[in-house]
């Protein structure tokens, strides 16, 4: 019986090699160079770009030795890129006079995007409790659409969403109780939040007055305004408690405002500038206060020889 001739086609050694270099190519994601113009800040970015003296050394940086650290992109839709990770660097190129930047193009879904970009804008060293408070929350609600489900019960729905605030606050170096806190600063009027920004008003009696609704809080501004303070926690606790028993006015707020506090009570504070009108320019602060304290008690025995006689 006659074999049949079967033919088989055996690819080279080149072949099969060049096709599994291509297929890791295709795999490894590579630095490409694109036009600055092509790339733009990601939706609703909560991380501030400011031109302070710190973005001023990156220029310089750059301007001398170029991105050395690649941006993370995505493709947008469109056309160009959404930046993930890298806005001041793409800023400071900008101010540079660079024309490309070194990119790393990755396809991702938003809420995959949302996580990676506040992940990673996480690790700077300086942000201010803005930044936090909504890069937390909009990571929140991206953890939240990927675990969506309509089938819980309330309770589960509330064990879910402690869970969703707990991967939140994972690599944070935060308690999720912490995260929570600081997502409650996004309730607060841009002018409030600027001054928990600047340190006017501290962290704890911030949260506290984010219980105020915003018609609350602009009464709560004009009062602090008009009394010229700034709120202490027991200030910020009574005023939650009024608003919360329906007791809150500007008057109320206003009369809690204009208390001095026991801090105030018990200090005295002199300026340093008014001081220095006093000493020679090489005096230390010891030595001012040791000069100020024989100059009372040499006022407080003249005081007490005159009450004498």
């Given at each position: 019986?006659?074999?049949?001739?079967?033919?088989?086609?055996?690819?080279?050694?080149?072949?099969i090699f060049s096709t599994e270099e291509s297929r890791q190519e295709e795999q490894r994601e590579?630095?490409?160079?694109?036009?600055?113009?092509?790339?733009?800040?990601?939706k609703n970015h909560p991380f501030k770009v400011l031109d302070d003296e710190?973005?001023?050394?990156?220029?310089?940086?750059?301007?001398?030795?170029?991105?050395?650290?690649?941006?993370?992109?995505?493709?947008?839709?469109e056309g160009g890129y959404e930046i993930i990770s890298g806005h001041r660097r793409q800023h400071a190129a900008e101010l540079a006079g660079l024309e490309t930047l070194p990119v790393i193009v990755r396809?991702?879904?938003d809420d995959a995007a949302v996580?990676?970009?506040?992940?990673?804008?996480?690790?700077?060293?300086?942000?201010?409790?803005?930044?936090?408070?909504?890069?937390?929350?909009?990571?929140l609600e991206a953890i939240k659409k990927q675990?969506?489900?309509?089938?819980?019960?309330?309770?589960?729905?509330?064990?879910k969403s402690k869970l969703s605030i707990e991967q939140v606050a994972e690599g944070t170096g935060e308690g999720y109780k912490t995260v929570q806190r600081f997502i409650r600063l996004t309730n607060l009027v841009p002018e409030l939040l600027d001054m928990v920004d600047e340190k006017k008003i501290a962290f704890n009696p911030a949260?506290?007055?984010?219980?105020?609704?915003?018609?609350?809080?602009?009464?709560?501004?004009?009062?602090?305004?008009?009394?010229?303070?700034?709120?202490?926690l027991s200030q910020a606790q009574r005023l939650k408690k009024m608003a919360q028993n329906g007791q809150?006015?500007?008057?109320?707020?206003?009369?809690?405002?204009?208390?001095?506090?026991?801090d105030e009570l018990d200090k005295v504070v002199i300026k340093n500038d008014t001081l220095k009108k006093y000493f020679p320019r090489s005096y230390t602060p010891k030595q001012m206060e040791d000069t100020i304290i024989k100059l009372l008690e040499q006022w407080q025995k003249k005081r007490q020889r005159s009450e004498e006689r």
């Amino acid at each position: 019986m006659p074999k049949s001739s079967v033919n088989v086609s055996l690819n080279s050694y080149d072949d099969i090699f060049s096709t599994e270099e291509s297929r890791q190519e295709e795999q490894r994601e590579q630095v490409q160079q694109i036009s600055i113009r092509e790339l733009f800040p990601f939706k609703n970015h909560p991380f501030k770009v400011l031109d302070d003296e710190a973005m001023q050394r990156t220029v310089e940086s750059v301007a001398q030795y170029g991105v050395l650290a690649p941006l993370l992109a995505r493709p947008r839709p469109e056309g160009g890129y959404e930046i993930i990770s890298g806005h001041r660097r793409q800023h400071a190129a900008e101010l540079a006079g660079l024309e490309t930047l070194p990119v790393i193009v990755r396809e991702m879904s938003d809420d995959a995007a949302v996580i990676l970009m506040v992940d990673s804008n996480l690790q700077r060293e300086h942000i201010l409790p803005s930044e936090r408070a909504f890069a937390y929350k909009m990571k929140l609600e991206a953890i939240k659409k990927q675990g969506a489900r309509s089938d819980l019960t309330s309770g589960q729905v509330v064990q879910k969403s402690k869970l969703s605030i707990e991967q939140v606050a994972e690599g944070t170096g935060e308690g999720y109780k912490t995260v929570q806190r600081f997502i409650r600063l996004t309730n607060l009027v841009p002018e409030l939040l600027d001054m928990v920004d600047e340190k006017k008003i501290a962290f704890n009696p911030a949260v506290e007055l984010s219980y105020l609704d915003e018609a609350q809080q602009r009464d709560f501004l004009e009062a602090m305004n008009d009394t010229q303070n700034f709120p202490s926690l027991s200030q910020a606790q009574r005023l939650k408690k009024m608003a919360q028993n329906g007791q809150f006015s500007y008057d109320v707020a206003f009369a809690i405002m204009g208390e001095a506090k026991k801090d105030e009570l018990d200090k005295v504070v002199i300026k340093n500038d008014t001081l220095k009108k006093y000493f020679p320019r090489s005096y230390t602060p010891k030595q001012m206060e040791d000069t100020i304290i024989k100059l009372l008690e040499q006022w407080q025995k003249k005081r007490q020889r005159s009450e004498e006689r």
